[in-house]
T-cell receptor, first 114, second 110 residues
Framework: NAGVTQTPKFQVLKTGQSMTLQCAQD?????MSWYRQDPGMGLRLIHY???????DQGEVPNGYNVSRSTTEDFPLRLLSAAPSQTSVYFC?????????????FGNGTRLTVT | RKEVEQDPGPFNVPEGATVAFNCTYS??????FFWYRQDCRKEPKLLMS???SGNEDGRFTAQLNRASQYISLLIRDSKLSDSATYLC???????????FGTGTKLQVIP
């Protein structure tokens, strides 16, 4: 059982480049989300989705786009990378059990923007 | 004021010691509470949920104090393998308001 799979694990971009971080889950979870983690800031929600075709903004959405065409996949797109987007990115999913749902995280993507 | 606050530590404790972490939250409408554990350069993983009546899982005990708006995690008989960062997580309204604390780092020393 793969759980939540993120690719790539590491990425270096130059300012202005675009890229897509991939996230896939095989647990049939309806809820998926993207977080970034920076030192001293904790995990901050970028975008989330409560089902295929539905997405919404989190706390820090600027500079990122998402789509949810299938239940399994939730890619995160950086439109024009900036050094401020250097961070560790985590994708997470959960069952639609409301406030008691446990988040399952991917292994993370370590992104450096130069 | 941050929505969820934790003492960042680090807490350096000897093996076998008992250590406790607190986490405060600002929104009284918060509905559910969790402790996650994050090892260095790894993803967070659920340690335990926190129930209103308090709950225990082996050496770990979680408590919720709604009146004072804090949750706590007690670790008894600390092991070297307990060294990690412990994240307090508060869910305020549905999926989108899952808020993480910045974490408390624990280092258990031989």
């Amino acid at each position: 059982n793969a759980g939540v799979t993120q690719t790539p694990k590491f990425q270096v971009l130059k300012t202005g480049q675009s890229m897509t971080l991939q996230c896939a889950q095989d647990m049939n979870h309806e809820y998926m989300s993207w977080y970034r983690q920076d030192p001293g800031m904790g995990l901050r929600l970028i975008h989330y989705s409560v089902g295929a075709g539905i997405t919404d903004q989190g706390e820090v959405p600027n500079g990122y786009n998402v789509s949810r065409s299938t239940t399994e996949d939730f890619p995160l797109r950086l439109l024009s990378a900036a050094p401020s987007q250097t961070s560790v990115y985590f994708c997470a999913s959960s069952y639609p059990g409301g406030s008691n749902s446990v988040l399952h995280f991917g292994n993370g993507t370590r992104l450096t923007v130069t | 004021r941050k929505e969820v606050e934790q003492d960042p530590g680090p807490f350096n404790v000897p093996e076998g010691a008992t250590v406790a972490f607190n986490c405060t939250y600002s929104n009284s409408a918060s509905q559910s509470f969790f402790w996650y554990r994050q090892d260095c350069r790894k993803e967070p993983k659920l340690l335990m949920s926190v129930y209103s009546s308090g709950n225990e899982d082996g050496r770990f005990t979680a408590q919720l104090n709604r009146a004072s708006q804090y949750i706590s995690l007690l670790i008894r008989d600390s092991k070297l393998s307990d060294s990690a960062t412990y994240l307090c997580v508060v869910n305020m309204k549905g999926y989108q308001k899952v808020t993480f604390g910045t974490g408390t780092k624990l280092q258990v020393i031989p």
